[in-house]
């Protein structure tokens, strides 16, 4: 029996289909489904329950909820857990603790599988920065862009991600481990004109220092105006370094390129817009 939280999310809606299509039984966990199995990562309350036969494990909820989960699994039981690539940032941030804190957590268990830290999603109908980047691009024919873009990103495309689950599922882990999981790298300036191609649109990208921005925010913020974290600023300062090697030597996944990626991405958006208007896509 293979246990998935997070069942009702994107990805977790993707990988029930694919563990299914290949003869493996699969309890979703989650109040949303209608099949679903109630419990609750929050109060662990139907945890146990829902844990109660499972010789596998898989959490696509955040990774804030894996000590919950660990605490809950028997002994035995093989447990697949999703990080974030936050975990390699050094720009202060409370979801960068939070991963690197659950990481430490599964690393020092006694349970046998693999936290995957997944770099920035995009595709699918539920995540949301790269679907606010292309909104963007639509609505401004000049976009500024702080630093200039020059910082890599390695974004992996929703079925990339659902595979890596996957093949770790079907693999045999005999420690506790924890890598990365992305897409080919990229700088932020060339992942938003790939996002500008898929659409066709023609768009022209202004450099905008970050240092006196941060200054602005900053200063603005200390005056009692409401503005965006200056850390979010920070992070277009930083390229975060980490391999991908375990992702394509112990599962066998090779990403896609974001190129190739976007442009299902888009197709996917179009065609769900076209249905919830009740047009067709053209």
Not at 8 to 23: M, P
Request: hydrophobic residues 45%; aromatic residues 6%.
């Amino acid at each position: 029996m293979i246990v998935l939280f997070g069942a009702s999310s994107d990805i977790g809606q993707r990988l029930c289909r694919k563990l299914e299509n290949v003869g493996l039984v699969v309890r979703k966990v989650s109040r949303r489904l209608p099949d679903g199995f109630s419990a609750d990562l929050q109060t662990s309350e139907g945890v146990d329950e829902a844990l109660r036969d499972a010789d596998r494990v898989i959490s696509c909820a955040h990774a804030r909820y894996t000590s919950t989960i660990l605490k809950c699994c028997r002994p035995g039981v093989q447990v697949i857990v999703m990080g974030s690539t936050w975990r390699f940032s050094k720009v202060p941030n409370a979801a960068a603790d939070e991963v690197r804190a659950a990481e430490r957590v599964f690393l020092a268990s006694d349970k046998r599988g693999v936290m995957l830290h997944s770099a920035m999603i995009y595709g699918g109908s539920q995540e949301r920065n790269i679907q606010r980047l292309v909104a963007a691009l639509q609505r401004f024919p000049i976009l500024p862009v702080p630093g200039g873009g020059r910082q890599m990103v390695r974004p992996i495309y929703i079925d990339d991600v659902v595979e890596c689950i996957f093949q770790s599922v079907r693999r045999t882990w005999d420690a506790p481990a924890a890598f990365a999981v992305a897409g080919p790298a990229l700088t932020w300036r060339e992942m938003a004109a790939a996002c500008a191609k898929a659409k066709g649109l023609n768009r022209s990208f202004v450099a905008v220092p970050i240092s006196p921005a941060i200054a602005l925010l900053e200063l603005l913020s200390r005056a009692g105006f409401r503005t965006p974290n200056p850390d979010i600023l920070r992070r277009f300062e930083e390229s975060p370094e980490f391999s991908t090697e375990a992702m394509v030597s112990l599962l066998g996944v090779v990403p896609r390129p974001f190129e190739e990626g976007i442009r299902l991405a888009v197709q996917g958006w179009e065609n769900l817009a076209a249905e919830n208007c009740g047009c067709e896509s053209v």
